[in-house]
């Protein structure tokens, strides 16, 4: 059935999207984004004080293909972390978000003194002048979430969305690895053979098996970096990168044969698997884990809803000592510290220690810490988090400490 097309705002998208049960529903039946239902669906805070508005916020703003939620967060805004209040979201909108789409045009209204913003098919878009669009969630809400912006540029975070970069010690020590190899290769790559084995002589190892419900898809590493805390020493975790992708063929078995003394002996023979892409030539030790399911592009910049204060453990990049504006940083805060996905924190650069020549005491001064950029979060693990570096004006180092942006 087909529905005639109205106004939506992203809240009223994203419902639509998921609820199987819109589909058959006119228009009429909807409620319009306007209602009092809608409204009262709404946050308790509703759009920000005008004086918060981006001094060039323009009044309507086309959503075009390679834009970020971050890049038009910050043409309207002067804090861009403030976006859910422009929308008025509250915190279960802020953790399952809006999706904006390119062709969208998102129109802002500047009344008695606050400024809320709203959505709709810009002008000469295909969907509008009456047409009608037909509605199927089912096959349309995974479409729709890859066809939304992303929130910060997908080239700068596309490979940590998808590689297990974060393991606890025990999880990599106990990784399934790589055994052995066909005509005693000492290099792999893309297409060739291999063999593997996840059980380990008085460890606790999980064989690797081809049973239903078995993970058959893995990264491969080699050493894990371990990331401590800057100032305790403590480690929170290990760094490992990927070399290369594979896939299960056979899983792991045992074989009973005879020795030379007709005694029966029992044999392991170690899983099969196949490299089917590399980045690095892979070898016999490497690590196997599974590949994880892939995190979404699309979430709020917020700040922490409470103070939140860390230091920078490390800049990814070989040999790598200070970060500028779209690197990757590791903080040591995690999800057990409350930190989300879409988190923005003020990077603050330590005030340096001097002596005031000005008393004749010459007592020590420390200056004040300084901000030195933003960050915010894309990724999180449990006593780690991935950021990526925003509106850097110095070089970000490790030890570098952070807080809420406000």
Request: some cysteine; overall charge neutral; hydrophobic content about 35%.
């Amino acid at each position: 059935m087909h529905m005639n097309f109205v106004r939506f705002s992203p809240v009223f998208l994203a419902a639509a999207t998921l609820l199987g049960t819109c589909i058959g529903l006119s228009a009429q039946e909807l409620s319009p984004p306007d209602s009092p239902k809608a409204t009262g669906a709404q946050a308790a805070e509703s759009g920000v004080p005008v004086s918060e508005l981006s001094p060039q916020a323009p009044d309507t703003y086309t959503v075009k293909q390679g834009d970020t939620l971050w890049a038009i967060s910050g043409l309207f805004l002067k804090s861009p972390w403030r976006w859910p209040a422009l929308w008025g979201m509250n915190k279960e909108e802020v953790r399952n978000p809006h999706l904006i789409f390119p062709g969208q045009q998102l129109t802002l209204d500047r009344t008695n003194g606050r400024a809320t913003l709203r959505s709709g098919r810009a002008q000469g878009d295909s969907a509008s002048g009456g047409g009608t669009v037909r509605l199927s969630p089912r096959t349309r809400s995974a479409a729709l979430a890859d066809a939304a912006i992303p929130t910060l540029s997908s080239q700068a975070i596309e490979p940590f969305l998808a590689e297990p970069l974060i393991v606890d010690a025990d999880e990599f020590a106990t990784a399934p690895r790589i055994v052995a190899t066909q005509e005693g290769r000492v290099l792999l790559s893309r297409g060739d053979r291999a063999y593997a084995s996840g059980e380990y002589a008085g460890i606790s190892g999980k064989p690797l098996k081809d049973e239903k419900g078995a993970p058959f898809k893995f990264r491969v590493f080699r050493n894990a970096k371990a990331l401590k805390d800057p100032t305790t020493q403590a480690i929170l975790g290990y760094e490992a990168q990927s070399l290369g992708q594979a896939e299960l063929v056979r899983g792991e078995s045992s074989i009973q044969s005879e020795d030379q003394d007709g005694k029966l002996r029992t044999e392991r023979v170690p899983a099969t698997i196949d490299i089917v892409g590399t980045k690095e030539e892979i070898r016999v030790g490497d690590r196997l884990l599974p590949e994880p399911a892939r995190e979404l592009r699309s979430y709020v910049p917020h700040a922490p809803a409470s103070p939140v204060t860390g230091q920078i453990v490390s800049i990814y990049g070989n040999a790598v000592a200070m970060a500028g504006e779209n690197q990757i940083v590791v903080i040591n805060r995690g999800t057990k510290d409350g930190i989300e996905r879409g988190h923005v924190m003020a990077i603050l650069k330590d005030g340096q220690r001097l002596t005031d020549r000005t008393d004749n005491a010459r007592p020590q001064l420390k200056l004040p810490n300084e901000r030195n950029g933003l960050m915010m979060v894309f990724r999180t693990f449990e006593s780690l988090s991935y950021a990526l570096t925003l509106r850097v004006t110095d070089g970000v180092k490790v030890g570098d400490r952070f807080a809420n942006p406000n």
